[in-house]
């Protein structure tokens, strides 16, 4: 009888995304538990379960160390949260893949799960490049944002209220009223924390997004892969 093959740590998670930086020990890679579905932000260092931690951290691959020796973790073509006809709000994801319209059509965007999309990072630039041409235009994005302070008067996010470029929020899946706590889990409290997000996609350290945001009275994250 064939003894059952130990499942390894590559079996269990997928790379989602990194974020990298010059110091290599503040890059940050995104990994899913397959099972769940679960995200998790890590650096160098950091374990990953019990007795498993992530040893490095490049643009394709992750090395992680555990009891059985070094493994990596690569993308595997099956990332986000969720199947594709997942509902959103009682709407299957094609229906809002049909919501997002042209604005997913001219970003070459595809909705993937319930609050997961991909986009074509080549689309997403060079409509990037026609906001740097049209300034008046980028203005009208980060317009579109407006700080949310609490009582000590310290922004603690940002508010959805379009001013401009519907198709693009529209095409992204932010609403009217969301407030956006954070992306790749650093808290918007000051718009250079955008800008420099920003401009970190624009040079190729990013492509995977996370946002997590306020919709309705909960807590929503949604994913977003710029990769192809």
Known sequence: MKAATREGIADRYRLVGVML??????????????????????????????????????????????????????????????????????????????????????????????????????????????????????????DSLAPVYNEERSIEGYRVTIEGEADFFAAVGLREGDIVRSVNSIEMTNRRRAENLIRRFA???????????DRDGKRVKQYYDTTR
């Open 21 to 142: 930086q010059s110091d290599a020990a503040k890059s940050v890679a995104f990994i899913e538990e397959k099972a769940r579905g679960w995200q998790r932000r890590l650096r160098v260092g950091d374990e990953l379960e019990p007795s498993v931690t992530v040893k490095s951290i490049a643009s394709a691959e992750v090395w992680v160390s555990g009891p059985d020796g070094d493994e990596c973790l690569r993308r595997d073509g099956q990332r986000g949260p969720g199947p594709a006809s997942a509902t959103v709000g009682g709407i299957a994801a094609s229906a809002s893949n049909r919501a997002g319209g042209a604005g997913l059509e001219r970003f070459g965007g595809t909705q993937t799960g319930t609050n997961s999309w991909t986009f074509s990072r080549s689309a997403i630039m060079d409509y990037y490049q026609e906001l740097l041409d049209r300034p008046e235009r980028l203005v009208k994005v980060f």
């Open 203 to 213: 040079q190729n350290d990013l492509d995977v997004v996370i946002i997590e945001l």
